[in-house]
Each structure stands twice: as C-alpha cells, then as structure tokens.
C-alpha cells in the first residue's frame, strides 16, 4: 500500500471513531485507543527492508548515449 493511501485509511479509521465517540456508542479512552490502533495499522511506515524489492539500491544512469 502506499503511503498515501495508508494515511487516507487513517483519516477515514478515526473519522468513524470519532463519530462513534459523537454518537455517544464508544467512551473517550476507548476512541482514543482505537484511533492509536488505526495509527499502528494504516499510517505507521512498514520497515525499510520491505520497501527495497531487490535487497540493494539500484541507479539509473541517465543523459547517456547508448553504446553503438
């Protein structure tokens, strides 16, 4: 998923709490610890190592001719 995406889930997670906390159906601690638990799910970043696919960085050269 992408971060983008992620943080966008996030948002919508504590939008519906928040309403339920409105709503008067869920207590403040518990709001808040479901909003701490959507944080954990959605928008914290996943580890380094499985953003890079290959195991090594990788550089374009670019602006080169191609060899002829």
Same mark, same amino acid.
């Given at each position: 998923? +992408?971060? @983008?995406? *992620? ?5 919508? $997670?504590?939008?519906? #709490?928040? $309403? @339920? $906390?409105? !709503?008067?159906?869920?207590?403040? =601690? #518990?709001?808040? +610890? !479901? /909003? %701490?638990?959507? @944080? =954990?799910?959605? !928008? $914290?970043? =996943?580890?380094? +190592? *499985?953003? *890079?696919? /290959? =195991? ?6 670019? %602006? ?5």
């Amino acid at each position: 998923m +992408t971060t @983008l995406f *992620r943080l966008v889930l996030w948002a919508v $997670w504590c939008g519906a #709490m928040g $309403w @339920l $906390w409105s !709503a008067q159906m869920m207590g403040a =601690g #518990m709001a808040l +610890t !479901a /909003g %701490a638990l959507g @944080l =954990g799910l959605f !928008a $914290w970043p =996943g580890s380094t +190592t *499985r953003r *890079r696919r /290959g =195991g090594e960085l990788r550089y374009v050269e670019m %602006a080169k001719q191609p060899i002829s």
